[in-house]
T-cell receptor, first 116, second 117 residues
């Protein structure tokens, strides 16, 4: 079974600084999708960024970018110019059911605190 | 953008009663919806996949007779927790797929906090 591991239960960053959240996963599949979701205190799940395993280029979305290392099965999230609104739980997720975001397997999450 | 509405946001009930949670797609048709459960300080765990017009598919270890799922229309899926007990207290979240260009995107409801006394 696929597993997703987030080794940092909590992280903190100063406003305007950069922070990297770690994620590793285990799979025997060659084609799959990886996601980072944000869950603020409202508990609404928000998609931050999506990476397709067959694409070598790292995905970017404004201040959010990933470092995807397929051989190492690593998928870290970098948040640049951190803002107070970035404070939230961040979940790394895996999906291999054709990219339809069906059976997502989530990591346990990293709580990010942004200090003013 | 697509919106998934979940109701109620919070419910408190007595042990032994049943609780129904609704998940609606507001501006799109969702043939498939998903139900997740999240315990405090834990991750989301997929409970079941809800398919419009057919029986739901449950994940291993999830009691289908306890967690009844109905997806009678393209915009509504319901999760009924039958004979709820304190161990069923959790945060329940629904989600739905929406085709967006070359791939499908998953939208989540705002969740329901269930507390069973």
């Amino acid at each position: 079974a696929q597993t997703v591991t987030q080794s940092q239960p909590e992280m903190s960053v100063q406003e305007a600084e950069t922070v990297t959240l770690s994620c590793t996963y285990d799979t025997s599949e060659s084609d799959y999708y990886l996601f980072w979701y944000k869950q603020p205190p409202s508990r609404q799940m928000i998609l931050v960024i999506r990476q397709e395993a067959y694409k070598q280029q790292n995905a970017t979305e404004n201040r959010f970018s990933v470092n995807f290392q397929k051989a190492a099965k690593s998928f870290s999230l970098k948040i640049s110019d951190s803002q107070l609104g970035d404070a939230a739980m961040y979940f790394c997720a895996y999906d291999d059911t054709g990219g339809g975001s069906e059976k997502l397997v989530f990591g346990k999450g990293t709580k990010l605190t942004v200090n003013p | 953008g697509a919106v998934v509405s979940q109701h109620p946001s919070r419910v408190i009930c007595k042990s032994g009663t049943s609780v129904k949670i609704e998940c609606r797609s507001l501006d799109f048709q969702a043939t498939t919806m998903f139900w997740y459960r999240q315990f405090p300080k834990q991750s989301l765990m997929l409970m079941a996949t809800s398919n419009e017009g057919s029986k739901a598919t449950y994940e291993q270890g999830v009691e289908k007779d306890k967690f009844l799922i109905n997806h009678a229309s393209l915009t509504l899926s319901t999760l009924t927790v039958t004979s709820a007990h304190p161990e069923d207290s959790s945060f329940y979240i629904c989600s739905a797929r929406v085709p967006q260009g070359a791939y499908e995107k998953l939208f989540f409801g705002s969740g329901t906090q269930l507390s069973v006394l």
